[in-house]
Each structure stands twice: as C-alpha cells, then as structure tokens.
C-alpha cells in the first residue's frame, strides 16, 4: 500500500504504518485490541519498570463518549470514526527509593513511548492503523479518567481500519496521505552534535 521509500533496507512494516484519520466504523474485536496491548507489554523499559498503562473504550460502548469528549473539537472531528480510542499514561515514579517510598524515573515517557511504539507496529500487521495524538483536554481528562497525580498522560491513540478520505473534511481529505521522513543526514550524527 505504501508508495514510501526507505533508504536503507528495513522490514515494510514500518512503511506500512502511519496516521490517518478516515477510519472505517466497523468494530474492533476485543480479542484484536488486546493484541495490540499484549505486543505493548512487551516492549523494553529501565529496570523493567513497565511504566505504561491503557485506558480504552470502543466506539458504542458506555465509555465511549466520555473518551471522545476528552480530546480537543480538532480530533473529535475525525476520530469518532474510529473502533477504539486508548489513552497513554506512565507512571513517573515505578521504582522504589531504599526507605520503600516511591522513587521517580527520568524515562517514564520514553519506556510509554516504547510501548506506543509496539501497539501502532503490531496494529499495523493485524491490518488495523493507530493514530496518536496530544490534542487532548488534560486536566479534565485527568479528572474524568480518575488518572492518579503520579501518573502522566502522554497521548491519546484512535484504532481501526482505514475509512473512506472522502469522509474527512477538506483540510483533512488533502492531507491523507502516508508523510515522508527528514533524511538521516538531518537527525544522526556521528560523534558529537554539529555546530
């Protein structure tokens, strides 16, 4: 499906996946989404602290409109299509400081982002996509999610099959399209950062 092309050799996986918003109604099957979980949990994280945790509703479910209604009107505007909507926390303290009291992590985010990582991957290979998204209404979300402090939202991710473009509005329709990537030259460097 994907007309991107690498420019060193890698798994089309990765080509495969990318972030649409026209997403077809059709549902998602339980056992399907907790693939999508199972290939999170094992994604790597400092010390095995598996700082990630999911919340999720699937569209017309009791959930479902409290989910919805906590992202921003902007992906509120494309993602009611979607099968399912996650959202992302870690946990910034997982550890054990040695008086037994909860000690922070400085890669709470990135070990989360690790296992976002897998979910979208192993979405991809099931034949679904998942978009992820920080246009989110936090504090309320935090609230209505009942999000213990220690925890941080990262993102919020829309499941499902790919929908019909001519759904979307204009704006939207035009840009639905897999996005190319900077050239590595832009992002690795060898040695240390370039003046």
Same mark, same amino acid.
């Given at each position: 499906?994907? /007309?991107?092309?690498?420019? %060193?050799? =890698? ?16 549902? =998602?099957?339980?056992?399907?989404? %907790?693939?999508?979980?199972?290939? +999170? ?5 400092? #010390? $095995? ?25 902007? $992906? ?15 946990? /910034? !303290? ?8 909860? +000690? ?5 985010? #990135? ?9 979208? !991957?192993?979405? /991809?290979? !099931?034949?679904?996509?998942? %978009?992820?998204?920080? @246009? =989110? &209404? !936090? ?11 220690? #925890?941080? =939202?990262?993102?919020?991710? +829309?499941?499902?099959?790919? @929908? ?21 030259? &832009? /992002? ?6 370039? +003046?």
């Amino acid at each position: 499906m994907s /007309t991107r092309q690498p420019d %060193h050799p =890698i798994d089309p996986l990765f080509l495969e996946r990318w972030s649409p918003r026209a997403f077809d109604p059709a549902p =998602i099957p339980e056992a399907d989404l %907790h693939s999508l979980f199972e290939a +999170a949990r094992w994604a790597p994280s400092a #010390f $095995n602290s598996q700082p990630w945790r999911f919340l999720y509703a699937r569209r017309g479910d009791d959930d479902w409109p409290l989910f919805l209604s906590l992202l921003i009107p902007w $992906n509120q505007g494309w993602a009611h299509a979607a099968a399912a909507l996650v959202y992302i926390l870690s946990d /910034t !303290l997982p550890f054990a400081g040695k008086d037994g009291a909860p +000690a922070p992590s400085l890669t709470h985010s #990135f070990d989360a982002g690790a296992a976002w990582a897998c979910l979208a !991957l192993q979405a /991809t290979k !099931l034949g679904y996509q998942a %978009h992820g998204m920080s @246009g =989110i &209404e !936090l504090e309320r979300a935090r609230v209505e999610l009942r999000v213990p402090e220690r #925890f941080r =939202i990262e993102a919020a991710v +829309a499941v499902g099959r790919l @929908g019909d473009p001519a759904a979307l509005a204009g704006k939207l329709r035009d840009r639905e399209v897999p996005s190319g990537r900077r050239p590595l030259a &832009e /992002t690795v460097f060898h040695g240390r950062f370039p +003046a």
